[in-house]
């Protein structure tokens, strides 16, 4: 059983910094790809940043220049730090994995977290 777990919402004034963790755990051998999705309310899932096994990285133009996106070795744990804070960043952030590959040999294509809250005030 592959399980994703995030840390690190909050609220935070305009212009703050956030830091959201989220780690996979579950017998793993390979990630392909981790992400951020976030969900403000009555809004749709939006991608907000992902990297590949290789380090290979992409953004939502919304966040580029404030967000970062990295992985921990041994590669099961994606972090965002989110830098200048904006009410707009509002919302529920899930963590997203791609085709994680376990001991077991089964491949789930994909997986979520069951998110974390980030309210920016203004």
């Known amino acids: 059983q592959v399980q994703l777990v995030e840390s690190g919402g909050g609220l935070v004034q305009a212009g703050g910094t956030l830091r959201l963790s989220c780690v996979a755990s579950?017998?793993?051998?390979?990630?392909?790809?981790m992400g951020w999705y976030r969900q403000a309310p009555g809004k749709q899932r939006e991608m907000v940043a992902g990297?590949?096994?290789?380090?290979?990285?992409v953004y939502a133009d919304s966040v580029k220049g404030r967000f970062t996106i990295s992985r921990e070795n041994p590669g099961n744990t994606v972090v965002l730090q989110m830098n200048s804070l904006k009410p707009e960043d509002t919302g529920t952030y899930y963590c997203?994995?791609?085709?994680?590959?376990?001991?077991?040999?089964?491949?789930?294509?994909?997986?979520w977290g069951q998110g974390t809250l980030v309210t920016v005030s203004s």
């Open positions: 990297i590949t096994s290789g380090g290979s990285t």
């Open positions: 579950g017998s793993i051998t390979s990630i392909n790809a």
């Open positions: 997203n994995a791609v085709r994680v590959v376990t001991t077991s040999g089964y491949n789930h294509l994909e997986v």
